[in-house]
């Protein structure tokens, strides 16, 4: 289950419903999608979208995206830091950014046109998008691990358009969920991802 935190307001979301009403109006939409009953722990690639085929091409006809893949990601993906170091910075894209989210946890950071910056940590079965044009930025949680079906309308389109605003910086890539620890007065916040 995803989890919303709006840091500004000291607020938590992790009810499905709530975070479905909480994410519209920005765009984004949220949807709970069974994978354990689906796919198992071993599924290639080939298998993910197979499985998902339904839901993908419902997407598809829905936001006009043509092409769907699953990206992997672990500790030993070669590159991973230059990797991580293209998305952890704000920055949009010219179509949306759409992740279901299949083993593994992420972070994403939404920073809305006039209102206050929100996380949304990613876990096994959750979909989301970030819509064309938002600012946001990515990190990972403690394993550094991360298996995403991704779709596309133009690989182009997901180029990063970064801005050079730093308030990326001002937000810690503390991913919430079961291993959250929440920050101690004495120890520093950051969590390294
Ligand atoms: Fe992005």
């Not at 919303?4 to 938590?12: A, F, K, V």
């Not at 499905?16 to 009403?21: G, L, R, S, W, Y």
């Not at 499985?51 to 992997?72: C, M, S, Y």
Request: net charge negative; proline share 7%; hydrophobic share 35%.
């Amino acid at each position: 289950m995803a989890t919303i935190s709006i840091t500004d307001q000291n607020r938590t979301l992790d009810d499905a419903q709530e975070i479905t009403e909480f994410l519209a109006p920005f765009g984004i939409w949220y949807e709970k999608w069974d994978v354990a009953a689906r796919i198992g722990e071993d599924a290639t690639n080939d298998e993910i979208l197979e499985a998902f085929q339904p839901e993908i091409e419902r997407l598809k006809q829905a936001g006009g995206f043509k092409t769907a893949d699953v990206i992997n990601v672990t500790p030993e993906t070669p590159g991973l830091d230059e990797m991580l170091a293209k998305f952890d910075k704000e920055h949009t894209h010219d179509e949306d950014e759409v992740r279901f989210t299949v083993q593994g946890r992420g972070l994403f950071h939404i920073h809305p046109d006039g209102g206050p910056v929100f996380s949304i940590t990613v876990e096994t079965g959750d979909l989301i998008n970030v819509p064309a044009g938002t600012l946001h930025w990515f990190n990972l949680c403690e394993n550094r691990t991360i298996r995403c079906i991704r779709l596309f309308e133009d690989m182009s389109g997901w180029t990063p358009h970064y801005v050079d605003q730093g308030v990326h910086e001002k937000f810690s890539p503390v991913c919430w969920g079961p291993d959250y620890l929440p920050p101690a007065e004495n120890l520093d916040p950051v969590v390294e991802v």
